[in-house]
């Protein structure tokens, strides 16, 4: 009796991310992911039970990913200022070098079918907090955070055209604004 093949989720979710750089998130499906990785539909189908989880799983691992260059980017530090602008480089990475769109992509998908990501959530709430101000200082750097998501969702989500300059100049203005304590 022939031993039944273990699929690795992994492997899965590089043939995903595959699929999602060459042909956009619309075209993720278990099929189109299932002849990526050479395998059956239903392969893919029992790694994940449904489109929506194989996309928040996706989404899970990039967070997972940009978590970890944004400890290697904040080091030692841990200051709320530190913090901001590790969250900047992060954002302004995420915009040219691609992986922005993808998760944007994926992002969107999931709010235009009315669903939200609890670990999307979490991610937030880890790094930006619960949003509360009560120093200047605190509601500038609030205000930045902000600002970042909606330069990267104006760019990765509603495709706002702007030359790298631009987008440079923006997130640099950002940091010259960040407050120090």
């Excluded at 009560?134 to 104006?154: H, I, P, S, V």
């Amino acid at each position: 009796m022939a031993r039944p093949r273990t699929i690795d989720r992994e492997t899965l979710l590089d043939a995903a991310e595959r699929v999602v750089t060459r042909q956009g998130a619309a075209a993720l499906s278990f099929a189109s992911v299932a002849t990526e990785a050479g395998l059956s539909k239903a392969s893919v189908q029992s790694a994940f039970g449904s489109r929506d989880a194989l996309i928040d799983a996706l989404i899970g691992r990039w967070m997972a990913h940009e978590a970890a260059r944004f400890r290697a980017m904040l080091a030692e530090e841990t200051t709320p200022e530190a913090r901001l602008n590790a969250h900047l480089r992060c954002t302004y990475e995420e915009l040219h070098n691609g992986s922005g769109q993808r998760v944007a992509s994926l992002l969107a998908i999931l709010a235009s079918a009315g669903l939200g990501s609890d670990s999307l959530r979490q991610w937030y709430q880890a790094r930006i907090g619960d949003l509360t101000a009560t120093t200047e200082a605190e509601r500038q750097r609030r205000t930045a955070y902000l600002a970042a998501e909606g330069a990267y969702f104006l760019r990765c989500i509603v495709g706002l055209e702007a030359d790298a300059a631009v987008w440079s100049d923006i997130f640099a203005d950002l940091q010259a604004e960040t407050p120090r304590d």
